[in-house]
């Protein structure tokens, strides 16, 4: 059986590490270890945020949410509560929208959600 090099592979592997490496100080964009080292951590670091920013949004989305619906006199969760019992279907992510850009339109949604928490109770 004839002996393989993966010379080509190794390679062209090599090329892709070092390129993604260009930004980095030093050494660190240079040397085949620690370029290696460092884009590889600077993956770890993207697989993880990218999970982390959806958190992040969620988070901002629901602050705006609240402060809002606390400017029509409702609690965040009674607003979200009256929301799905109005049977209005938005997202957060719209509805903080809505709360910054649009208040007379979120006033509205409140109100309704108003209305379904009590016809409910």
Do not use: C, H
């Amino acid at each position: 059986m004839p002996r393989v090099k993966s010379n080509v592979v190794r390679l062209k592997r090599k090329k892709q590490i070092m390129k993604a490496a260009k930004g980095a100080f030093g050494g660190r964009s240079k040397l085949w270890k620690a370029a290696k080292e460092t884009v590889e951590r600077g993956w770890v670091y993207a697989y993880r945020d990218r999970k982390a920013k959806k958190r992040d949004f969620r988070k901002l989305w629901i602050v705006r949410i609240n402060a809002a619906a606390r400017l029509n006199g409702m609690s965040y969760s009674a607003f979200i509560n009256g929301v799905q019992a109005a049977g209005i279907v938005v997202d957060r992510k719209i509805l903080a929208e809505l709360a910054v850009a649009d208040p007379a339109a979120f006033a509205l949604i409140a109100e309704k959600a108003q209305a379904a928490l009590k016809s409910a109770a």
